[in-house]
């Protein structure tokens, strides 16, 4: 992203020479170097850097080795339908569901997986389009994969929680960033009516937000903590419940030895890297060029 953008910008790649530009310039250009970009679809993007300096090492490594918050209880979670937020509004889902097989094989050169994970995941949800098996198996290498090592290594209580309530806005389902206007209680805000729509429930913004005070003062959200039985508290429509392991069918796909040879008719003939698909999207108009 750094690279790209001070190629675009003609300056060296360094603080001092981005700090001397335009701030406009250097929001305008960060958003023409991104547009093409997405965690479902990767592309160039902002992330942690190990610098050995003030990120001596992976925050993700640290924290579940014990070095990093080492007693702290966490309070963590993901939504339903994460990947929505960047498919849905720039017409994506579409042009994904009919790329098919390459889809789901960038889906693969992403996450490092192989085709029996794919083929798990389809079996667990045989109605699913391709673009929303896609988004989960992202999701889950991104977001749920990750959080449940955290849980499982913590050395403090974890409580996790999954949100369920769908947008009231077209497609968007359960995405990325809408819980936040019911963690903080802001469903009158524009920017959570974006997500949300209109006549989002007050009720259930009362309920996260007091489950997140009550995390805050007093260490204990409502909810069991993490343990063998992987409690998950729901928040979706109707009262928040506490489900037993609902993403543990998936996860567990990521555990399962990869075949030496995969069936030659699921290996697709064209080049399957998320830059291929990024470009095959293009082509089909999916995705303007920058």
Do not use: K, N
Request: proline share 8%; hydrophobic share 40%; with cysteine.
């Amino acid at each position: 992203m750094v690279r790209r953008m001070a190629t675009r910008l003609r300056v060296p790649a360094t603080a001092e020479a981005f700090a001397a530009v335009d701030r406009d310039l250097l929001l305008r250009t960060q958003a023409e170097v991104g547009r093409l970009s997405s965690p479902v679809l990767g592309g160039p993007a902002f992330g942690v850097v190990v610098d050995g300096d003030l990120v001596p090492r992976d925050p993700l490594e640290a924290l579940t080795d014990g070095d990093a918050a080492r007693g702290a209880d966490l309070l963590m979670g993901w939504t339903r339908d994460e990947y929505r937020l960047w498919l849905v509004p720039g017409g994506l889902l579409e042009r994904v569901d009919r790329l098919g097989a390459v889809a789901l094989a960038g889906a693969m050169a992403r996450c490092h997986c192989g085709h029996e994970v794919v083929r798990g995941y389809r079996a667990l949800s045989p109605r699913a389009g391709t673009a929303e098996t896609v988004g989960q198996i992202v999701t889950d290498h991104l977001l749920r994969r990750p959080l449940h090592r955290l849980a499982d290594a913590h050395r403090g209580a974890s409580y996790v929680y999954e949100f369920a309530w769908p947008s009231l806005l077209p497609g968007l389902g359960a995405c990325h960033a809408l819980e936040l206007g019911f963690v903080f209680d802001t469903g009158d805000t524009p920017d959570s009516r974006r997500l949300a729509g209109e006549g989002a429930p007050q009720e259930l913004a009362d309920a996260m937000h007091t489950a997140w005070v009550r995390f805050a003062a007093e260490g204990d959200p409502g909810w069991e903590a993490w343990d063998a039985r992987h409690p998950v508290r729901v928040f979706g429509d109707g009262e928040p419940r506490t489900v037993y392991g609902p993403r543990d069918a998936e996860l567990a796909l990521w555990t399962i030895p990869a075949p030496t040879a995969p069936p030659a008719d699921s290996i697709p003939t064209r080049s399957t890297e998320p830059r291929a698909v990024i470009r095959r999207l293009r082509r089909s108009g999916g995705v303007r060029g920058g």
